[in-house]
């Protein structure tokens, strides 16, 4: 386990794969706190319906984001789709450890014993399996487990881990090599493992 507080930090959104785009892009030119505030409020560049929503999501991709460097962020902004999702699959991890260990520990494993889909109830017990390690982690609602459940795996649909939240037939990503080399020379170790079979870093 990397993280043993695990904070609730993707029960609002998945991926957000257009959006981070365009946050990278912002990103890459170094806002002054008045110059992120006009594109994202005043310019609403993200295009959403509030300006509490605008912020939320804004925020919470710069602080994906911001667990990785510039090079990372130029993959999101001018690389393929694949490439871009996969570069924004690994901030997630680093910065959300706890879909990270369910990476790690679940969907490595079963990928490894050649499962042909995930279980639904998966998550359910990985959970349950984090309180047993871990007896004072904070325990949270019916709701709050629901939607990091939904987000979890939608956010693996998103990035091609599994073919859909229906099937949840398991795919077999293979990483961009510009972003295995990228995360080798950053020592990311905790990142790989999540998303590459053990034996293959």
Same mark, same amino acid.
């Given at each position: 386990?990397?993280?043993?507080?695990?904070? #609730?930090?993707?029960?609002? +959104?998945?991926l957000l794969i257009p959006e981070s785009r365009i946050i990278a892009e912002l990103m890459l030119k170094h806002p002054t706190p008045a110059e992120w505030k006009q594109q994202i409020f005043d310019?609403? %560049?993200l295009q959403r319906r509030t300006p509490n929503s605008a912020s939320t999501v804004a925020s919470l991709i710069r602080s994906r984001l911001n667990t990785m460097d510039e !090079?990372?962020?130029?993959?999101?902004?001018?690389?393929?789709? @694949? &490439?871009?999702?996969?570069? %924004?699959? +690994? #901030? /997630?991890?680093?910065?959300?450890? &706890?879909?990270?260990?369910? &990476?790690?520990?679940?969907?490595?494993?079963?990928?490894?014993q050649f499962a042909e889909q995930l279980r639904s109830t998966s998550w359910d017990q990985f959970i349950e399996d984090c309180h047993n390690r871990v007896p004072d982690?904070?325990?949270?609602?019916?709701? /709050?487990?629901?939607?990091?459940?939904?987000? +979890?795996? !939608?956010?693996?649909? @998103?990035?091609g881990l599994i073919e859909d939240t229906k099937s949840m037939a398991i795919r077999h990503m293979l990483l961009a090599p510009e972003l295995k080399r990228y995360l080798v020379s950053r020592k990311e170790d905790y990142v790989l493992k999540c998303l590459v079979p053990a034996g293959d870093h």
């Open positions: 386990m990397k993280n043993n507080s695990y904070p #609730a930090n993707f029960t609002k +959104a998945s310019e609403n %560049i !090079r990372l962020w130029g993959f999101i902004q001018k690389g393929s789709k @694949e &490439l871009a999702t996969q570069a %924004i699959l +690994a #901030a /997630t991890v680093k910065y959300s450890p &706890l879909l990270g260990d369910f &990476l790690r520990e679940v969907y490595q494993r079963e990928r490894k982690l904070p325990v949270r609602s019916e709701s /709050t487990h629901a939607k990091l459940k939904q987000n +979890a795996f !939608r956010m693996m649909a @998103e990035a």
